[in-house]
């Protein structure tokens, strides 16, 4: 037995040894991963959701920016903090806070931002359709909201431009929020609250930043998260900050391989024909790594898909009366013109953010394409709302439908009047891919 155990002391402290230089090195490399793996000041500015505010009349509380600072801390990429969104501000406000807070600004890579709500429910209109929901009230409202838009986008641009220009070429990442309908008695009001998040998507594709949607994500539990007024429980901005999170890990948290997949198309009817196009970048995702299949097109996303597609890339001279020259879709229009397409006629509009319909994009293809109606009846007399086509747009659709471009729906309608989802966009190409291929037939 003494001699059994006398053995047994070299194996035991041997083993101890490499236990001691095991966990040393174990804290070598935690400390190492540490001091290694990059960290990301955070900037979060906005109204009253950036500021946390409560539905109890607190004025702030713990908003969906607090989580995603304990989101970017439970990742281990957490710099420093900056909570600045102040209830009841507007983009006018944001604006002239910049200059404020220009050093912290130039310090950060992430910077989230819930803007313009406010231009909006500071208006009389408003408050006079809050207090009396007529539909005069409404009519006014919706003017007055019409011309207030130009005035919030050009506002948010200059606040995306004038942050950008605190750090350029950095890896700076700006998220706008597109907003939900806070007043769900009100359902009226969601097509506004749709109109405010088109300026800032319009904003997003100009500028580069992120547009996040929190519309649908609401949806689906707004009674209970807004228990008391406009302003969302802890759940309400805990589902808000998971939309952000969407796009601020793909951003900053990089997968295995380092490549983004769409993440929201698997299993959607169009899947196929999204990937073939996507990968040919005639049409692109989103920052956080989504698609938004049954988004709707802007005009002008609409003809810079079409530009390239056809790879179009020669310009003409325009002076629509409502394209700025530095707007990021000016060259696009440019091309439409010289392709003949889009007719740029001096001091008209072209009205850029504007949802294209499916008989804007009948006449557009069918003008790019020189397509002409051989039957002399209409195909379009098949449909239920057929026969209310106007004159303008009924030839392109026929010769879309009797060249199989164009399809109605399962309703036995057309759907003129409809706007395009991004999806049946590619639904669009693809038919036409396939007619462009019979017409042209490999040897």
Known sequence: MLKHKTLKLPMILLLTA?????LTMLLFFRTYQTVCISSYDYVALGDSYSSGQTPYGELTGYGYTDYIQGKLAESGIMGSYHKKGMSGYTTADVLKQLTDIHNILSEA?????????????????????QSD????NLKALRHAVYQKIPEINLNLKSIVNKIIETKPDSEMRIYLMGYFNAFPNLPELKPIIAEL??????VALETGATYVDTMKAMDKNLNSYLIGGMHPTEEGYETIAGEFWKSISADFILT?????????????????????????EIITGFGDGSFQPDRAVTRAEFITIINRYFKLTDLAEIH????PEDAWYQKEIQIAVKAG???????SCFRASKKVTRQEAAVIIAKKMDFKVSKTEHL???????DRIPSWSLGPMDALLERDIMRGYPDKRIRYEGYLTRAEVMALLDNLTIYIDKQNPTV
């Not at 819930?114 to 209109?125: H, K, Q, R, V, Y």
């Not at 629509?320 to 394209?323: K, L, P, T």
């Not at 397409?341 to 001091?347: F, H, L, P, V």
């Open 18 to 22: 490499a236990f001691v230089i095991s």
């Open 109 to 129: 890579e992430i910077i989230t931002m819930d803007i313009g709500i406010n231009d909006l429910t500071e208006m009389s209109e408003f408050s006079a359709y």
């Open 133 to 136: 929901p007529s539909s005069d």
């Open 197 to 202: 998040n088109d300026t800032i998507v319009s």
């Open 256 to 280: 295995s391989n380092g490549k983004k997949e769409l993440i929201d198309i698997k299993g959607h009817w169009a899947e196929n024909m999204i990937r073939n196009y996507s990968q040919k």
């Open 320 to 323: 629509f009366a409502d394209v």
């Open 341 to 347: 397409y889009i007719a740029g006629r001096d001091g």
């Open 380 to 386: 379009t007399a098949d449909f239920l709302d057929g």
